[in-house]
């Protein structure tokens, strides 16, 4: 419905718009890939690193691991050509295994990525949450993520943060709003 009122309200004005979604991918199957594709989605994923990491905090309604059901998704983006990224949420449980979680991505071509930080207060205690992470664990976190990426040096490897701040240290505008 929202395609087709797109359509029809700005068929004559000139206006281009492009459509971007966020999903857990558990529920993407060969109609959602026919459709992102057919009105050019962009599509966002969020996987957290291999099973062991992932499987830690995404959990479905019977405390069962999704990462199996986030990977079927992803394949079937990838095999219908669906530009898509991933992202992954860094927990406490992330931050001992930067390589494990770079090589995954990598690995199984899930570019362009990115890394954000858990970082949630709990109302009641005004404390973060056990999980959180801090602003310096976080960026040894990126650290060893860079040191990887920039020993790689694969150009068809893009990390979105590391591309904003080398753009923001050249000088040229950013897309990346942190």
Same mark, same amino acid.
């Given at each position: 419905?929202? *395609? !087709?009122l797109?359509q029809? %309200?700005?068929?004559?004005?000139?206006?281009?718009?492009?459509?971007? /979604?966020?999903?857990?991918?558990?529920?993407?199957?060969?109609?959602w =890939?026919?459709?992102?594709r !057919?009105?050019?989605?962009? +599509?966002?994923v969020?996987?957290?690193?291999?099973?062991?990491?992932?499987?830690k905090?995404? +959990?479905?309604?019977?405390?069962q691991?999704?990462? @199996?059901? +986030?990977?079927?998704g992803?394949?079937?983006l990838?095999?219908?050509? +669906?530009?898509?990224?991933?992202?992954? %949420?860094?927990?406490?449980?992330?931050?001992?295994y930067?390589t494990? %979680?770079?090589e995954?991505? @990598?690995?199984?071509? /899930?570019?362009?990525?990115?890394?954000s930080?858990?970082?949630? *207060?709990? $109302?009641e205690?005004? /404390?973060?949450y056990?999980?959180? =992470?801090? $602003?310096?664990?976080?960026?040894?976190f990126?650290?060893? *993520?860079?040191a /990887?990426?920039?020993?790689?040096?694969? $150009?068809?490897? @893009? *990390?979105?943060?590391f591309?904003?701040?080398?753009? !923001?240290?050249?000088?040229?505008?950013? @897309?990346?709003?942190?």
């Open positions: 419905q929202a *395609i !087709a797109q029809g %309200v700005l068929k004559n004005n000139g206006t281009t718009i492009v459509n971007s /979604l966020q999903t857990n991918g558990t529920l993407i199957n060969q109609s =890939v026919d459709f992102f !057919a009105e050019q989605f962009r +599509v966002g969020s996987i957290d690193g291999p099973q062991f990491i992932h499987d905090h995404r +959990v479905d309604m019977g405390k691991g999704t990462f @199996r059901r +986030v990977m079927n992803v394949n079937l990838q095999g219908g050509r +669906v530009r898509f990224g991933a992202n992954a %949420v860094v927990t406490q449980s992330t931050l001992p930067p494990e %979680v770079y995954f991505y @990598r690995d199984n071509g /899930l570019s362009p990525c990115d890394f930080p858990f970082a949630e *207060i709990d $109302p205690t005004g /404390l973060l056990p999980h959180s =992470v801090s $602003p310096r664990e976080y960026a040894d990126l650290k060893s *993520i860079f /990887l990426w920039f020993e790689d040096d694969d $150009p068809n490897f @893009r *990390i979105r943060r591309s904003e701040y080398i753009q !923001a240290a050249l000088g040229k505008p950013q @897309r990346l709003c942190v």
